[in-house]
């Protein structure tokens, strides 16, 4: 990883891969996510909404974000900037827009400066070793 910044000329002060992220989050950061996303929850059939069985169909995917915000808080908490890749939305059907919101909240909110950043899956960086 330090070779590539290197080669693309990215400048940075610290260096570190994280291999625990899809441990479980803590149960403090779960309450905080149930919070988050308790405003939206829906019965079956309402529309806008998110349902439990939507939340259960998507329980993997928001582990991972919400231990990613742990991360970042734990890791990069006093840094001037976090830059973070942002999770890839699905159809409507898969992923119901409150949910998505929601992730995107809890990773924004990780630390005071978080820039949340999403590509369109072309190659733009090339290099030639």
Partial sequence: MASLLSKFRIDYSALKMVSDVNRRPRDSTLAYFDA?????????????????????????????????????????????????T????RRRAV????????????????AERVLLVRGNHAAVLTFYS
């Fill in 36 to 84: 988050l996303i308790a405003p939206f929850l829906a019965a079956d059939g309402e529309r806008g909404g998110v349902t439990a069985a939507e939340l259960a169909a998507a329980r993997s995917r928001t582990h991972r974000h919400l231990r990613v915000r742990e991360l970042i808080g734990e890791l990069s908490g006093g840094a001037r900037l976090v830059c973070v």
């Fill in 86 to 89: 942002q999770p890839m939305p």
């Fill in 95 to 110: 992923l119901p827009p409150a949910l998505y919101a929601a992730w995107l909240h809890a990773l924004a909110s990780a």
